[in-house]
């Protein structure tokens, strides 16, 4: 089999394939045939050596991946050959709240999915929904989970009716804006550009704010909501006064990242005078990705992906990727 490795901070140019002995599974373990695997944000933060959790050297890179199951170990139950699968980032993680004992990640402290053949615990394993392509599967164990962790795992969930916020045209922000309006809520969009804007309608956003030529997004949020503000802030890029001020008295702002690279610094009075709460979300739990997997099932939901590259042409994918002008996910096949 082949598969790329890279040691975290080498940059995207040290990415190296390399040839092994095909892997064989041992007890509890699925050997899985990957057909595709897509890139998340950690991966360019895995590569610039700036990822918060631990990296192993020489790691097979991808957090995201799915494909076919080719030959399952002893005692295996969930899954036999030729079942279509996603494995999780964080495989121990099933259900409940995180904890250090889930820790170990996928593509970081552990070997990611950037590889023709993975050997997986089932347990961190999911089925994957059977209308989609292998290329569309790859996207969701970072970015889709996240998205639906955001909107859903603070207990109470998104309601029909409510308003949420999706920031920009990244994978979690677009999967964000998908669910929202299969839950039934009014979904807000930011975004820099017309032509992303028109993009972002064509997906369901009932209101689109172009940053740039309005910076005070947040304002025009609260105006759009009969200043009210928004039930529901999904905000990737780090701008968490700006989410406060956007989310109603008693909303939430789900704090996913700093797309930015650095995040603006947070003035408690800021939160105090809010009265909205902030929750950090990293992913989510195997119960979480089969939750959202029936979802995507019954609305018949499918991620978007802006490009696909071959095997071969993984530095190329995580290059453009890396210049920010992906609408979507993008996606290696392999």
Known sequence: MRSYHLDSGAGIDALTMRKHEDPAPGPGQVLLAVRASSLSYRELLVARGEYVLPVKPDVIP????????????????RFRAGDRAAATLFPSWHDGPFGLEHLPQRGGSLDGMLTELAVIDEGGLVAVPDHLTWEEAATLPCAAVTAW??????GAGLLAGQTVVVQGSGGVSLFALQYGKALGARVIATTSSGEKA????????????????????????????GGRGADRVVDVAGTLEASLRAARIGGQVACV???????????????????????????????????????????????????????EEAAEAYRYYAEGRAFGKVVIRI
């Open 62 to 77: 991808n957090s995201d991946g799915a494909g076919e199951v080719v030959a399952v170990g002893p005692g295996v139950t």
């Open 149 to 154: 962790n955001a909107l859903t795992g603070d």
């Open 198 to 225: 028109r993009r972002l309608k064509a997906l369901g956003a009932d209101e689109v704010i172009d940053y740039r030529a309005v910076p005070d997004w947040a304002g025009t949020v609260v105006e759009l909501t």
């Open 257 to 311: 990242g700093f797309l930015g690279g650095t995040a603006s610094p947070l003035d408690p009075r800021a939160l105090f005078a809010s009265g909205a709460s902030v929750r950090a979300v990293a992913v989510g739990s195997r119960a979480q990705f089969e939750a959202m997997n029936r979802a995507i099932t019954v609305g018949r939901i499918r991620p978007v992906v802006d490009r696909v590259f071959g095997f």
